[in-house]
């Protein structure tokens, strides 16, 4: 039973810097240390490649006697550069491999107690901005908390 609503998420944050290999910064909240963007220079570019945890909603599926039962979306995005590449090829050749080894880590995996194994689910996609490009993967857990 989880006892924490966002715990899976500096999990999920904290999992990604340690396995996959190349990322710069892992972050689990917007703002946090290490986020893109994020640290003591507000707005300061942060090293690149970057990824994100960020939390995206959940949906209740019911509730049992002791508990509700919660999916959750986390959105984990890629950040990297993409300064000078018109057609984002050089960015989607850095993110590829990136994107496989964060599937690779993520799926499947419990990131919190009270959680079920995240799973990679549809949507999101890529996006272009200030030389940077961010690729984004959703992943679902369901979640047991406990009401007070």
């Known amino acids: 039973m989880a006892h924490d609503y966002f715990a899976a998420q500096e999990a999920m944050a904290g999992r990604l810097i340690t396995l996959v290999p190349g990322l710069k910064s892992a972050a689990g909240a917007p703002g946090a240390a ?38 959750q979306r986390w959105k984990v995005s890629l950040t990297v550069d993409s300064m000078n590449d018109r057609r984002g090829s050089r960015a989607r050749a850095a993110a590829g491999p990136l994107l496989a080894r964060i599937i690779s880590a993520l799926a499947g995996w419990t990131p919190a107690q009270g959680c079920s194994p995240l799973e990679l689910a549809d949507g999101c996609g890529e996006e272009y901005h200030d030389g940077r490009a961010r690729f984004s993967l959703l992943f679902v857990s369901i979640m047991a908390l406990r009401p007070e």
């Open 34 to 71: 290490g986020a893109p963007g994020a640290g003591e220079n507000i707005g300061a570019p942060s090293p690149l490649p970057a990824v994100e945890v960020l939390h995206d909603g959940c949906q209740y599926l019911g509730r049992g006697t002791d508990q509700w039962l919660l999916r």
